[in-house]
């Protein structure tokens, strides 16, 4: 597709659960982001990668919180012993390169039960 | 913690007049981009204006950009129902809370 692909786009899960959400960027885009938005909220950024490396993942609340870009395309977010405070939207973006136009997909909203 | 923030939080107009949001950031920036979200999903890429540039147009868009200041604003002109929306500013991070622009028939 032209666009920014995430599954699933909704998910639920049990406390203490495993769960990882997937990005596909728009082919050829070297930046990609992952950020989570809950009700009422702006996008809280958590990561970002520069082709496989994560150039910056200041944003990640805490070590239960893991990304990866293996082969600088598909992203995983990966999120283990969830909690219901991780219900929220995570949304995907990517970008050509750094500093330039992002473009969003859709979001998975995560419900933790 | 929130590295910026829009302003107004809400803004209700009147259909065909100009809407003005502001965006106040904390960090330095490389470049600015504004976007729109409809019903709390992907967001939509609107603007983006590079830290050495003070205006710039879009069709009904205007957006400009105080370093200085570490702010910047959004005009709409001639607002139509379709913008009804939350409006976003940021670069790699998203500033703020966002304006809810609602446009009144």
């Known amino acids: 597709g032209a666009g920014v692909s995430q599954t699933p786009s909704n998910k639920v899960t049990e406390k203490g659960k495993y769960v990882e959400l997937r990005c596909d960027p728009i082919?050829?885009?070297?930046?990609l982001y992952w950020y989570r938005q809950s009700l009422g909220q702006g996008p809280e950024f958590l990561i970002y990668?520069?082709?496989?490396?994560?150039?910056?993942d200041s944003g990640l609340p805490n070590d239960r919180f893991f990304a990866v870009r293996p082969e600088g395309s598909v992203s995983t977010l990966k999120i283990q012993r969830t909690e219901r405070g991780d219900s929220a939207v995570y949304l995907c973006a990517s970008s050509a390169r750094e500093n330039t136009e992002a473009f969003f997909g859709q979001g998975t909203r995560l419900t933790v039960v | 913690s929130q590295q910026g923030e829009e302003d107004p939080q809400a803004l209700s107009i009147q259909e065909g007049e100009n809407a003005t949001m502001n965006c106040s950031y904390k960090?330095?920036?490389?470049?600015l981009q504004w976007y729109r979200q409809n019903s709390g999903r992907g967001l939509v890429h609107l603007i983006l204006i590079r830290s050495n540039e003070r205006e710039k147009h879009s069709g009904r868009l205007r957006v400009t950009l105080d370093t200085s200041k570490k702010s910047s604003s959004l005009l709409i002109t001639a607002s139509r129902a379709a913008d009804t929306a939350s409006y976003f500013c940021g670069d790699k991070i998203i500033f703020g809370k966002g304006t809810r622009l609602h446009i009144l028939p």
């Open positions: 082919s050829g885009h070297t930046a």
């Open positions: 990668f520069q082709g496989t490396g994560a150039a910056d």
């Open positions: 960090t330095s920036i490389n470049n």
